[in-house]
T-cell receptor, first 109, second 115 residues
Framework: QQPVQSPQAVILREGEDAVINCSSS?????VHWYRQKHGEAPVFLMI?????EQKGHDKISASFNEKKQQSSLYLTASQLSYSGTYFC??????????FGTGTSLTVIP | NAGVTQTPKFRILKIGQSMTLQCTQD?????MYWYRQDPGMGLKLIYY???????DKGEVPNGYNVSRSTTEDFPLRLELAAPSQTSVYFC??????????????FGPGTRLLVL
């Protein structure tokens, strides 16, 4: 039930772009994206509800393909502050919420 | 607003001891959640509640119990602590309506070590 994220880890230079994918084997009602810095609680980035929508703010956006049960997070012109572990969280119609395996993102100068 | 608060921040338990992790939110959220996060891993849902008096099991409920007597509080009880319960525990809350779903706000976490 746990969604699978790819890649597991990525290293970027400042200004480069990255894509993080989240894939589920179950039909999804919603997808959440969070960023977690070491030793801290996860922090919300955005929610996408079923309907194939795309959302974004600043240089971070995400898409949700309901038919493929996949979501992607797009980070453009990365900044040092983007470093952390990114988790997708997926919910099916039964109120059960599952976090993904995580993607470690490191941005270097 | 304080948001989601958790106590204690850190605790060491001996095998077989019991304890209650406290979680309080002041945002009038109807949904509350308990997660555990093992080192280097993602979060796993232990229990959740859709409102006062209503709780349900998540992915990893064994060894834990919860109650939700008020909207604000959602304590997590560990009975007969085991080393496998060494983890960081996060409480979260969110507001959900018929057509509205909002983000989960997380507390700062409780680090638990069972020896």
């Amino acid at each position: 039930q746990q969604p699978v994220q790819s890649p597991q880890a990525v290293i970027l230079r400042e200004g480069e772009d990255a894509v993080i994918n989240c894939s589920s084997s179950k039909a999804l009602y919603s997808v959440h994206w969070y960023r977690q810095k070491h030793g801290e609680a996860p922090v919300f980035l955005m929610i996408l509800l079923k309907g194939g929508e795309q959302k974004g703010h600043d240089k971070i956006s995400a898409s949700f393909n309901e038919k493929k049960q996949q979501s992607s997070l797009y980070l453009t012109a990365s900044q040092l502050s983007y470093s952390g572990t990114y988790f997708c969280g997926t919910e099916n119609t039964g109120n059960q919420f599952y976090f993904g395996t995580g993607t470690s993102l490191t941005v270097i100068p | 607003n304080a948001g989601v608060t958790q106590t204690p921040k850190f605790r060491i338990l001996k095998i077989g001891q019991s304890m209650t992790l406290q979680c309080t939110q002041d945002m009038n959220h109807n949904y509350m959640y308990w997660y555990r996060q093992d080192p280097g891993m993602g979060l796993k849902l232990i229990y959740y509640s859709v409102g006062a008096g209503i709780t349900d099991k998540g992915e990893v409920p064994n060894g834990y119990n919860v109650s939700r007597s008020t909207t604000e509080d959602f304590p997590l009880r560990l009975e007969l602590a085991a080393p496998s319960q060494t983890s960081v525990y996060f409480c979260a809350s969110s507001f959900r309506g018929l057509i509205v779903e909002e983000t989960q706000y997380f507390g700062p976490g409780t680090r638990l070590l069972v020896l």
